[in-house]
């Protein structure tokens, strides 16, 4: 763990941002691209814009068809709907005791992970950031936005973990957090964004228009109280103080939240609907938990993709 070698799936938003700090202090990074956008790294170096600092980096990186089995840590950053081809692509690289740190939206990538490479080499990981590639292919940091928390699905605070920590902490922009309870706040997570999804797309608007409607407030937060009913049955119930902060967020008459996945509906694109809302969907069914709304958020999405794959959408 002295010497980490990392790879990273992708040179975009997410992966060139966390990517490119690690690189930047001088760990041993390498991103696995495509040939396209190996071309625009090899000719202009990794570029961040930032308000913790501007990078132009010459970095290291591989294509699929290069890869061997040398990488300690691959960390992981795909949309859901890409995960299963993603694992396939980084499986010949992982080293024989090398490990995966996934920073994907909600929490079904686990189960998919676990089988994959099985529960004692994948970490829980989660990273809250708004960071875009630019047409022109710089990583850009869109707020202040810059943390990633990570730790053992069985709460060790093992030596790879606090190897991790170390490289992290050497990075100037990136707030990093190991922790004994990754898998807590993931589910935590996933209340919070499997409600503010399901809502949001369900009814087409933000929080702020939902609340103002008669009923809008109180379904937000009955959805909010099953989700959490789903996750304690899961063995992880939301702590007091979380439950408090999303009735607080999901009541705001003037707040102009939305979601990810609202944003990817308005654009007539692909969605992690069945990754987020199918996931908890099953695990509400599964738990016997009423899941009316967030059965009728996901068919309505659903049907959307329906509309979008017939190409029946103006």
Not at 169 to 180: L, S
Request: charged share 25%.
């Amino acid at each position: 763990m002295k010497n980490m070698r990392i790879l990273v799936l992708g040179a975009g938003g997410i992966g060139g941002y966390f990517g490119g700090r690690l690189a930047e202090t001088g760990a041993d990074v390498t991103f696995l691209v495509r040939e396209k956008r190996q071309v625009v790294l090899r000719e202009k170096g990794l570029r961040i814009t930032s308000q913790f600092g501007d990078a132009a980096l010459e970095v290291k990186t591989m294509l699929a068809t290069e890869l061997q089995p040398v990488f300690d840590a691959v960390i992981l950053t795909c949309k859901a709907y890409d995960l299963q081809e993603a694992m396939e692509t980084i499986a010949p690289g992982l080293a024989p005791t090398g490990f995966v740190l996934p920073l994907l939206n909600g929490i079904a990538q686990m189960e998919a992970l676990n089988d994959r490479f099985g529960k004692d080499r994948v970490l829980g990981g989660s990273a809250k950031i708004q960071v875009t590639l630019t047409p022109e292919g710089v990583v850009h940091q869109l707020n202040d936005w810059r943390t990633i928390t990570f730790g053992e699905q069985s709460g060790e605070m093992s030596p790879r973990i606090l190897a991790l920590a170390d490289l992290f902490k050497a990075t100037k922009g990136v707030d990093a957090h190991a922790v004994p309870d990754i898998m807590q706040r993931m589910w935590e997570k996933f209340v919070h964004l499997a409600t503010a999804a399901a809502m949001t797309c369900l009814m087409r608007a933000n929080v702020g228009e939902i609340v103002r409607t008669p009923e809008g407030g109180k379904i937000f937060l009955k959805l909010l109280h099953d989700s959490a009913k789903v996750s304690a049955s899961q063995g992880f119930p939301p702590s007091q103080q979380f439950m408090q902060l999303y009735e607080d967020t999901f009541s705001q008459r003037d707040s102009l939240y939305t979601t990810s996945m609202l944003r990817d509906i308005e654009r007539k694109g692909k969605t992690e609907v069945d990754h987020i809302l199918g996931f908890m969907l099953r695990k509400a069914q599964e738990a016997e938990v009423d899941h009316e709304t967030i059965r009728l958020a996901y068919t309505h999405v659903k049907a959307f993709e329906q509309r979008l794959a017939a190409g029946r959408l103006q």
